[in-house]
Each structure stands twice: as C-alpha cells, then as structure tokens.
Nanobody, 127 residues
Framework: QVQVVESGGGLVQPGGSLRLSCEAFGFTMDDYYAVGWFRQAPGKEREGVSCIGSRDGSTHYEDSMKGRFTISRDNAKNTVYLQMNSLKPEDTAVYYC???????????????????WGQGTQVTVSS
C-alpha cells in the first residue's frame, strides 16, 4: 500500500522560503515512479505546481513557479522536496504531494493519473 506524507508547510513572510517534503511509503524510489506537487487556494481549483518522473529524471514547473521553485529527490530517504523561494502572498494554499507508482512513462503523468495523495500541508505567505 502506497502512502504519501507531506510536511514543511507554515507561515512565511513575502520573499521568504520554505522547503516542503513528500515522503513515500510502500515502494522504493529505486523503482519507476512520478511525484507531483499540487496546490489549492481557498475558492480556487487545484492546480499543478511541479513534478518529477524517475525514468528520465525530467522535471516540470508551471510557469508562475519557474525560477522560484525547485523539485528534487533523495532516493535514500524515499523523499521528494519542493524548495520554494521568493514566496508571494498568492502562493498561499494547501500543497499536496501525489505519487503515481509504478510509472514507466517519460516525463510526468497527467494530473488525473496520480493515484496516491497526501493529506496536504498549509503554506501561508503573509506579513
């Protein structure tokens, strides 16, 4: 049974940084998988943030996050990170990690293809 646990959210001032963690259980990151980060702000639909596919190591970022967010992985810890810099108030949302395993494709799955989701972690950017 695959399980996903996010952590690292909190309150940060505009321009600040946070690192979110996504720890996966039930498989090892030596296998083929994909991990995506998503977020949902109050009153808005869930949107993609970033993803990483293990087969080719490719990463993807939504346009508004390029240059500010970085996704990375630590296979030994079975954990994927989302480093968020230069945070803005509009980044305030619940951030979710999702896993698709196994994932043999190149790149990342479509949003609806992720089967395993975490409970979310709140990120609030405010002065």
């Amino acid at each position: 049974q695959v399980q996903v646990v996010e952590s690292g959210g909190g309150l940060v001032q505009p321009g600040g940084s946070l690192r979110l963690s996504c720890e996966a259980f039930g498989f090892t990151m030596d296998d083929y998988y994909a991990v995506g980060w998503f977020r949902q702000a109050p009153g808005k639909e869930r949107e993609g943030v970033s993803c990483i596919g293990s087969r080719d190591g490719s990463t993807h970022y939504e346009d508004s996050m390029k240059g500010r967010f970085t996704i990375s992985r630590d296979n030994a810890k079975n954990t994927v990170y989302l480093q968020m810099n230069s945070l803005k108030p509009e980044d305030t949302a619940v951030y979710y990690c999702a896993v698709e395993f196994p994932w043999y494709g190149y790149g990342c799955p479509a949003h609806h293809e992720y089967r395993y989701w975490g409970q979310g972690t709140q990120v609030t950017v405010s002065s």
